[in-house]
């Protein structure tokens, strides 16, 4: 077995410093994820390899030992890796690797392409509809709306939060008043959720997306644009880290 450890020049460890690079901090964990499969995948750390030490990809990749950890049970979870105890323990690489399903959106089979377009479409979509929102002067029945929206998924279970979380995200579109722009962007959300029931549900990004939520739905309420896209952006990027780890 080999593993790249610290110090020690091997195949890949020139692409193994660019993946394991620090990540943003708006969206940590799911970054993490993100280069942590990436790695796998490009073959940087291969099939019954060891992982660098938790120490050291944490300070490489920015991030604390608890998100770390979290990123790298997730991906457990997920088939990817396993964790040994012992003298020579560590998180390693599974001999074998999940075979990734033939994903499949609107008749097509889900391309680099595909998925980026899926993507790119949501991020103008959701960063101007909360933007716009954020710019008008809501009604008491739209932050009534909003508030109860934001309620909904923050209570949401793992059996429902998908659905919750979709209708966040239309009632803002809705408080815009642009009727045009709540359908593009409803056509746009099947798409991506057709994306995200290929991918599993993992608890601490739900955590982090109430949370990012909570900071939109703020941003629009104080009339703030500007913030309200920024929170938008920052919570989309967060998915798409997930969905380009998952799904690429």
Do not use: C, W
């Not at 920015?62 to 560590?90: F, H, K, N, P």
């Not at 029945?141 to 939060?161: F, P, Q």
């Not at 990012?212 to 104080?222: G, K, M, P, S, W």
């Amino acid at each position: 077995m080999m593993s790249i450890e610290p110090g020690r020049e091997v195949a890949g460890a020139s692409a193994g410093a660019a993946l394991f690079r620090p990540v943003r901090a708006g969206n940590a964990f799911e970054e993490t994820v993100e280069r942590l499969l990436q790695a796998i995948r490009l073959g940087v750390v291969g099939t019954g390899e060891r992982l660098p030490s938790e120490r050291e990809l944490a300070d490489r990749l920015g991030v604390s030992r608890v998100t770390l950890r979290e990123a790298i049970r997730a991906l457990a979870d997920a088939g990817y890796v396993e964790s040994r105890r012992g003298r020579y323990g560590g998180t390693f690489v599974n001999d074998t690797l999940p075979t990734p399903p033939e994903h499949v959106v609107d008749g097509r089979k889900v391309d680099a392409a595909t998925l980026e377009d899926a993507l790119s479409l949501r991020f103008v979509l959701e960063t101007g509809a909360a933007e716009l929102a954020a710019a008008r002067e809501l009604t008491r029945t739209d932050r009534e709306h909003l508030t109860a929206m934001l309620a909904n998924a923050a209570d949401a279970g793992l059996g429902d939060y998908r659905r919750k979380d979709s209708r966040l995200h239309l009632a803002i579109a809705e408080v815009t008043a642009s009727g045009t722009l709540t359908t593009a962007l409803a056509d746009a959300r099947m798409r991506v959720n057709q994306l995200l029931d290929e991918i599993p549900l993992l608890e601490r990004n739900l955590e982090h997306s109430n949370a990012q939520h909570e900071a939109i739905v703020n941003a629009i309420l104080a009339g703030d644009p500007g913030a309200a896209r920024t929170a938008m952006a920052e919570h989309i990027e967060g998915t798409s880290s997930l969905l380009r780890a998952f799904l690429s």
